[in-house]
């Protein structure tokens, strides 16, 4: 059974850092890429950023590009997402996805997702 | 910036066909998926590339693409199918950056 499982959320001031982990099981880690989407209170979905397998495309939503790195560690079954220079806007639940890819068309769609770790940007 | 647009809400009578419509310029050249999310619970993948359903999910689930709009289709609409349903994406650039449509609310009446 694929598991994937957030950590790392909390309440953090904006300016502040912030990293996020994803433990993955039930699956072969380093064959998928994986992303990171979230949603504010109230909100739709929103994709963060990407990650091939062996992390070497990362691709990013324009609003966190220079702020966020997405990276992964295959041997530990992880992933994670480094937040720094957060804003109030940046207050969500973030979710760790497991992604799909069909080359041909650069597509991308998320078939797994953890239940998310809510991060609270406020003073 | 690429866009998705979906309508807010969505109201039908259990057992009719809901119907939610997702409009994007680079449809045609880009698969769609839809999500179902229920309140406090993550995203569940219920179509993916613009008509497949995914091995768990129930066949009155089905999904259809015509020209820049795609259509995901309920038919004989249960009280639990209930939900926030996405549309999502790629934009053209082939870089994939994916894209997701604001969101409709089902309500069974």
């Known amino acids: 059974e694929v598991q994937l499982v957030e950590s790392g959320g909390g309440l953090v001031q904006p300016g502040g850092s912030l990293r996020l982990s994803c433990a993955a099981s039930?699956?072969?880690?380093?064959?998928?890429?994986m992303s990171w989407v979230r949603q504010a209170p109230g909100k739709g979905l929103e994709w963060v950023a990407n990650?091939?397998?062996?992390?070497?495309?990362?691709y990013y939503v324009d609003s966190v590009k220079g702020r966020f790195t997405i990276s992964r560690d295959n041997a530990k079954n992880s992933l994670y997402l480094q937040m720094n220079s957060l804003r109030a806007e940046d207050t969500a639940v973030y979710y760790c996805?497991?992604?799909?890819?069909?080359?041909?068309?650069?597509?991308?769609?998320?078939?797994?997702w953890g239940q998310g770790t809510l991060v609270t940007v406020s003073s | 910036s690429y866009e998705l647009t979906q309508p807010p809400s969505v109201s039908v009578s259990p057992g009719q066909t809901a119907r939610i419509t997702c409009s994007g310029d680079?449809?045609?050249?880009?698969?769609a998926y839809w999500y179902q999310q229920k309140p406090g619970q993550a995203p569940v993948l219920v179509i993916y590339?613009?008509?497949e359903r995914p091995s768990g999910i129930p066949e009155r689930f089905s999904g259809s693409s015509s020209g820049t709009t795609v259509t995901l289709t309920i038919s004989g609409v249960q009280a639990e199918d209930e939900a926030d349903y996405y549309c999502?994406?790629?934009?053209?650039?082939?870089?994939?950056?994916?894209?997701f449509g604001g969101g409709t609310q089902l309500t069974v009446l």
């Open positions: 996805a497991r992604t799909d890819i069909v080359v041909v068309v650069a597509a991308t769609h998320f078939d797994y």
């Open positions: 039930g699956f072969t880690f380093s064959s998928y890429w």
């Open positions: 990650i091939k397998q062996d992390g070497s495309e990362k």
């Open positions: 680079a449809l045609p050249k880009q698969y």
């Open positions: 590339k613009d008509s």
């Open positions: 999502q994406s790629a934009d053209s650039s082939g870089t994939y950056r994916a894209v």
